[in-house]
């Protein structure tokens, strides 16, 4: 095998994850203009209430205030679901949506 051989295959096996990734993950970018319509109510620069707790840090945090722990299915059922004063998106959102949402709020 020459070095350029070597070289191509190398690239191939790194690249090849990589871009794989953002297919099987929501997209953050698009996530932002959904969680327009959240913003009403969260903030996504602080973790000061606004109608609901801020969203900073969401995924760091020690648990939810349902007591739950803050993984992505717990997540994902509060949006889901919503209660408390929280609106249920189930319906309102696709599933492509969420996912873009859920990679946003992560970067939070
Ligand atoms: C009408 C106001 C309102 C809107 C709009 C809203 N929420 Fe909420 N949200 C709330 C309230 C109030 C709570 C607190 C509910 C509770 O204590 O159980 C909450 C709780 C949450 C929680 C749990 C936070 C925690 O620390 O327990 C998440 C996550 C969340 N909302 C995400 C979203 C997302 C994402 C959207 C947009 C798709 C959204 N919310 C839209 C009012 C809102």
Redesign the pocket.
């Known amino acids: 095998m020459d070095r350029f051989r070597v070289w191509a295959i190398c690239v191939t096996l790194v690249a090849a994850p990589v871009a794989a990734w953002p297919a099987a993950k929501g997209d953050a970018e698009k996530g932002k203009e ?2 327009q ?2 913003g ?3 903030n996504a620069d602080s973790e000061d209430k606004k ?3 801020g ?1 900073k840090g ?1 995924f760091k ?1 020690d648990k ?3 007591g739950k722990k803050p993984t992505e299915p717990n ?1 994902r059922t ?2 889901d679901e919503g ?5 249920a ?1 189930k319906d309102m ?1 696709g599933d492509s949506e969420k996912d873009d ?1 859920i990679a946003y ?1 992560k970067t939070l």
């Open positions: 959904v969680f319509q959240c009403v109510c969260h109608m609901g707790p969203l969401l945090k939810l205030s349902n997540i509060k949006i209660g408390n004063g929280m609106p998106y959102l949402l709020l």
